[in-house]
């Protein structure tokens, strides 16, 4: 899945979902005893995190395995390019803007800043389960009506394949 954002400046420590996949199942099952499948309330998350008054990082989450986030070098009120894979093997890999060749032309120098972070997850958007019940959720630019983004969403994608 991919998404350009621009994340608005608001103030550090702000938290902005911009999409993510999750499950609002509740299942009883049993192994030996009863417990309840809840899913995952966050399977993969896209989201901002605003550290100072005008920079960030992306990050991805999942109830698996946490947060991988990228270093916080990218401005607020820009726009970047987020994305994240996962092959069937569990490589994940999340993306912050494509690598931008240095360029010299004798007066400015332009280096841009990228991350390409790998990881492994076991996680997955959607499960048999959530989609014979129709309790798998995907929402853009919030998480259950909280952590909303503050700023603009384009061109989100989302593939079958890594």
Not at 72 to 96: K, N, R, S
């Amino acid at each position: 899945m991919s998404v350009w954002a621009m994340p608005e400046c608001v103030s550090p420590g702000t938290n902005m979902t911009l999409m993510y996949f999750g499950s609002t199942r509740h299942f009883q099952t049993q192994q030996g005893y009863y417990f309840g499948d809840h899913g995952l309330p966050v399977r993969n998350g896209l989201k901002w995190a605003q550290t100072g008054d005008d920079i960030g990082r992306f990050y991805y989450e999942d109830w698996r395995v946490g947060i991988k986030a990228s270093p916080a070098q990218y401005a607020c009120d820009m726009w970047h390019f987020v994305g994240f894979t996962v092959t069937e093997a569990h490589q994940a890999v999340l993306y912050v803007d494509g690598e931008k060749k240095t360029r010299y032309n004798g007066y400015s120098q332009q280096v841009g800043l990228s991350t390409q972070m790998a990881f492994v997850t076991m996680s997955r958007p959607d499960t048999p389960d959530d989609v014979t019940s129709m309790t798998g959720r995907f929402a853009v630019g919030s998480y259950a009506g909280e952590q909303n983004m503050v700023g603009q969403l384009d061109d989100i994608y989302v593939w079958n394949r890594a």
